[in-house]
């Protein structure tokens, strides 16, 4: 069984960037495919960005533009989610997720371990 601990989040202002970071300890990181989620407060948690086990395969949500990059190092058991241009509505908990298996998931439901989360708040 993966545990799973996000760091980095904090206050920024709009325009700002942040680096999220996601260490994995307890099982064979290079076997899990790797996401990213937020949930921002009164709605449900939404899917932002995946990563496959090599890292050579990414997925984003729409709404993500561009702005963010979704990388893995598994050689350090850690999934990275770097995000540029912030605005205030980006400002949630952040999650990271594993899954043993191959591809891309982007369904919250496919993630077996969840991270405790980090708050990430962004003023105007």
């Known amino acids: 069984q993966v545990q799973l601990v996000e760091s980095g989040g904090g206050l920024v202002q709009a325009g700002g960037s942040l680096r999220l970071s996601c260490t994995a300890s307890g099982g064979s990181f290079s076997s899990y495919a790797m996401g990213w989620f937020r949930q921002a407060p009164g709605k449900e948690r939404e899917f932002v960005a995946a990563v496959s086990r090599s890292g050579y395969s990414t997925s984003y949500a729409a709404f993500v533009k561009g702005r963010y990059t979704i990388s893995r190092d598994n050689a350090k058991n850690t999934v990275y989610l770097e995000m540029t241009n912030l605005k205030p509505e980006d400002t949630a908990v952040y999650f990271c997720?594993?899954?043993?298996?191959?591809?891309?998931?982007?369904?919250?439901?496919?993630?077996?371990?969840w991270g405790q989360g980090t708050q990430v708040t962004v003023s105007s």
């Open positions: 997720a594993a899954v043993l298996g191959h591809g891309l998931k982007l369904d919250r439901g496919e993630y077996d371990y």
